[in-house]
């Protein structure tokens, strides 16, 4: 008997693809705004982290709102996929960045990107978690997806350490893209749009307000 069906399985290994994504960066980015950007601080920390949750707060219930008016997965399926993709746009400007309204400005895409990516996944998830494993099946995604930050969040150190903080972004943008590829593998099993369905709130841990989980 499979432990977790394709839906979930692919769910799950995006969700650790864009966890492990930002862990890369989670260790040192307070780091690189302190080092890389002119005036940088831990108030200019603090600005990134309160615009982050702001924004992300402003935008995911009106956005979760709009797909429960959209009857079908198809919507939540590309809700996922352009969020993922905005935030790994986010991080390739993080290379760029010089000046802290830069990171101020490219924080609240980050928060749009996570804020249709938070607003989609749960419902999707839940819609088709297994029946009578339904503890299981978040379990797993908790477990992978702490392993993956855990592992990230060392190799992001050590690679921010030797070779610098734009190969560490660009690795980075790597798993977070892959994240926003693997759900078109699951195209064919997403519910079409005349199918009613019922929706759930995001019931998922919401997305920090730098690059962690």
Do not use: C
Not at 60 to 87: C, M, Q, S, T, W
Not at 100 to 121: E, K, R
């Amino acid at each position: 008997m499979k432990l977790i069906n394709k839906v979930i399985k692919i769910l799950i290994l995006s969700d650790v693809a864009l966890v492990s994504g930002f862990g890369f960066i989670s260790p040192i980015f307070a780091i690189f705004l302190t080092e890389r950007i002119q005036g940088g601080n831990v108030e200019v920390v603090g600005y990134a982290a309160a615009i982050y949750w702001i924004v992300m707060s402003l935008v995911v219930i009106p956005f979760g709102r709009y797909l429960d008016k959209n009857h079908g997965e198809k919507d939540d399926l590309f809700f996922i996929i352009i969020g993922n993709i905005l935030a790994a746009s986010v991080v390739f400007a993080y290379i760029f960045s010089r000046l802290p309204w830069h990171i101020y400005f490219l924080q609240v895409f980050y928060a749009i990107g996570m804020g249709m990516n938070v607003s989609a996944y749960a419902a999707v998830f839940t819609r088709h978690i297994d029946k009578g494993k339904e503890a299981s099946n978040w379990s797993i995604r908790a477990a992978l997806i702490g392993v993956g930050a855990g592992m990230a969040g060392a190799l992001g150190g050590i690679i921010a350490h030797r070779f610098g903080f734009n190969v560490l972004f660009i690795l980075a943008i790597i798993f977070i893209l892959f994240s926003a590829f693997l759900p078109f593998f699951i195209y064919k099993q997403i519910y079409p749009k005349d199918k009613k369905t019922i929706r759930t709130l995001p019931g998922k841990g919401i997305r920090p307000p730098y690059p962690k989980e």
